[in-house]
T-cell receptor, first 115, second 115 residues
Framework: GAVVSQHPSRVICKSGTSVKIECRSLDFQATTMFWYRQFPKQSLMLMATSNEGSKATYEQGVEKDKFLINHASLTLSTLTVTSAHPEDSSFYICSARERPGTEAFFGQGTRLTVV | AQSVTQPDIHITVSEGASLELRCNYS??????LFWYVQSPGQGLQLLLKYFSGDTLVQGIKGFEAEFKRSQSSFNLRKPSVHWSDAAEYFCAVGAFTGGGNKLTFGTGTQLKVEL
């Protein structure tokens, strides 16, 4: 299957700072990327859907000013957690698909800890 | 709205024993169904998927799942479990049509394998 890489795999940041997470499709061009959040021992919740070159579509209840998503190229999407707080600590996972109607592949996730 | 129920939060089996993880779904149309496995601190790996056709689907690592429309179920099975199968398993329902790819995940089943 296709490879999706997330970076970093782990990050610790201070409360009030911003942190950027990258999601890259390594061997295909991803027109759409998805960002999920997973709380400990819980399932994945879709945060937003981003299509290359356009604004992300956020799920209900997700603060778009808090979680900035950029999908500037067909191989890279970034999620920036702005003014992070301890409650933002979580496991963030991205997935990417080449085009509508095709399977989405998942990255390995990023563990964010805000102290 | 689509939903997925995984009734078993934890399951413990002995190595070599058979395994069945339950998944029930609710979806307005013909569903696309998935089983993913997640090791601690890792992303998701696709085990198998059902889009159409044969209702018994073979996946990787010796797993299989059977789609039963009448029961709205998509249970995952393995005839002989290995210690390395210990992980979290997620069932998901969704569609890849159009501009969206909204996968809805179940809450997961934690599998423990006793040696």
């Amino acid at each position: 299957g296709a490879v999706v890489s997330q970076h970093p795999s782990r990050v610790i940041c201070k409360s009030g700072t911003s942190v950027k997470i990258e999601c890259r499709s390594l061997d295909f061009q991803a027109t759409t990327m998805f960002w999920y959040r997973q709380f400990p021992k819980q399932s994945l919740m879709l945060m937003a859907t981003s299509n290359e070159g356009s604004k992300a579509t956020y799920e209900q209840g997700v603060e778009k000013d808090k979680f900035l998503i950029n999908h500037a190229s067909l191989t890279l999407s970034t999620l920036t957690v702005t003014s992070a707080h301890p409650e933002d600590s979580s496991f963030y996972i991205c997935s990417a698909r080449e085009r509508p109607g095709t399977e989405a592949f998942f990255g390995q996730g990023t563990r964010l800890t805000v102290v | 709205a689509q939903s997925v129920t995984q009734p078993d939060i934890h399951i413990t089996v002995s190595e070599g024993a058979s395994l069945e993880l339950r998944c029930n779904y609710s979806y307005g149309a013909t569903p696309y169904l998935f089983w993913y496995v997640q090791s601690p601190g890792q992303g998701l790996q696709l085990l198998l998927k059902y889009f159409s056709g044969d209702t018994l689907v073979q996946g990787i690592k010796g797993f299989e799942a059977e789609f039963k429309r009448s029961q709205s179920s998509f249970n995952l099975r393995k005839p002989s479990v290995h210690w390395s199968d210990a992980a979290e398993y997620f069932c998901a329902v969704g569609a890849f049509t159009g501009g969206g790819n909204k996968l809805t995940f179940g809450t997961g089943t934690q599998l423990k394998v006793e040696l």
